[in-house]
């Protein structure tokens, strides 16, 4: 029982530590592609910690369940949405020098 708690709030505490570095990170990058960088950083090993964290914690049942559930769609949409994000911002350039990027984001610059 105790090792499970300790375990539980490790976990916990890195996913807390992931997401904060991840928000020191947010405010020092200027590049969107950085920032979308950092804020995958958040998204997948920072929520993964603390919904694990939480999934030791309450131990095998339906709060489980729901909490492996979030995961799975958390970590199934977040990098679509963060490949239309960085394609949008190839796209319009928009901080973006054209000499470094090939390919498709050039044409349309």
């Known amino acids: 029982m105790i090792i499970r708690i300790l375990i539980g709030v490790g ?3 890195m996913g807390t530590i992931t997401v904060l570095l991840s928000v020191f990170g947010l405010f020092r990058f200027r590049e969107t592609l950085d920032l979308l960088h950092v804020g995958a950083l958040a998204d997948t090993m920072g929520v993964f910690f603390l919904l694990t964290g939480l999934m030791v914690l309450c131990g ?3 709060n489980t369940a729901k909490l492996l559930l979030t995961l799975i769609i958390l970590w199934v949409t977040s990098p679509i949405s963060s490949h239309l994000l960085g394609k949008t911002e190839l796209m319009t350039g928009h901080n973006i020098d054209p000499d470094q990027h090939q390919g498709e984001g050039e044409q349309i610059l």
Request: no cysteine.
């Open 60 to 62: 095998l049942n339906g």
């Open 11 to 13: 976990l916990l505490l």
